[in-house]
């Protein structure tokens, strides 16, 4: 298969090691947890699994889609916290639980693999059934509950909705897929867009962390001139120029995983030259094995945290496959179904 590459910034090769340092610190098991001998969640082993497949990595990913499915509790929920098969934290979060969605689509989309795609649909199907439950009257999705009690927290975030509206997109495409008919969750889809045309009702206000900035662009509830405009209103906020993008707006700390992130808003919007930048920026974080460091202090040029995260190096292959559209599956975040919203009107978003 055809790797992703940038020019002038990641060479396929380069990429190729990326995916092995993450191969490397896969568990026996399938599961794919931050760094070695670190906590699983079942959002950022899924999107582990998908830079594993967009580098070519096929059999471990298919290895990490199988623990999802091996280790998916009968409500169709996963803990929020795994180490080394202990549940550590059993809570359970609505969009841990959605983003399998995402990952099955994007590992179908590569491979063309429909036996893949059938074995997956109950864990997919059970799994977008419960997250609907978390939904409001207003269309915004609270953001967790107690596993034990089922007692849910009313909380919405922003920027876990934005991610839930992009896996209730790809689960729809998985179901027309197969021939399924799920109208709860086209309900559920445009009860949430619907939320996010008017986002200072629905959603909590957007915080300090640069993923309540630009998750909404990549989630795909916001785009055209209105992605344009919230991404243009905060960027002196967070972006560092030729360093990446702060992890929290009054820190002085940059990490690859949100610059990435937002490389792949940018690529959404079609502002290339941008998400370019973005991935060109945090290379300093690369390490000579293929690994990247999660994060920076800018103020003195020290590596925080210190530790070489499994999900910082999926970041950046999915950017790269997006910039370069190498696997089928580089416009997955670019191709999610686009929702008509107001130009946003606080500076804040």
Known sequence: MVLPSISGVLTGDQVRATGAAIVAMQEPDGALPWFPGGKTDPWDHVESAMALSAS????????????SAHTQRADGSWPIEVRRGHVVDPGVDSNFCAYIAVGVRHHYLITGDEAFLWSMWPTVRVAID??????????????????????????????????????????????????????????????LAEAFERPDDAFLPPGEHSMDWYYPVLGGAVRGDAGRALIDAQWDRFVVPGSG????????????????????????????????????????????????WTGLVISDGKRWPVERSCWTSAAVILAADAISRATPAGGIFADLQQVRIATPNSGRR
């Open 56 to 67: 070519g990595f096929l059999a471990q990913a298919r290895a990490a889609y199988e623990w």
């Open 130 to 191: 419960r997250v609907v439950m978390f939904q409001r009257d207003d269309g915004a999705f609270r953001w967790a509950a107690c596993h034990e009690t089922g007692a849910m927290f009313d909380e919405a975030r922003i920027t876990g909705n934005a991610s839930i509206y992009s896996a209730l997109c790809c689960a729809l495409a998985i179901a027309e897929e197969i021939g399924a008919e799920v109208p709860a969750w086209e309900q559920a889809r445009e009860r």
């Open 245 to 292: 993008i702060r992890c929290v707006s009054h820190r002085p700390w940059v990490t690859g995983a949100e610059t990435c992130e937002l490389a792949l808003a940018l690529d959404a919007l079609g502002d290339t030259d941008r998400a370019v930048a973005m991935v060109e920026s945090i290379q300093h974080l690369r390490d000579p094995g293929g690994a990247y």
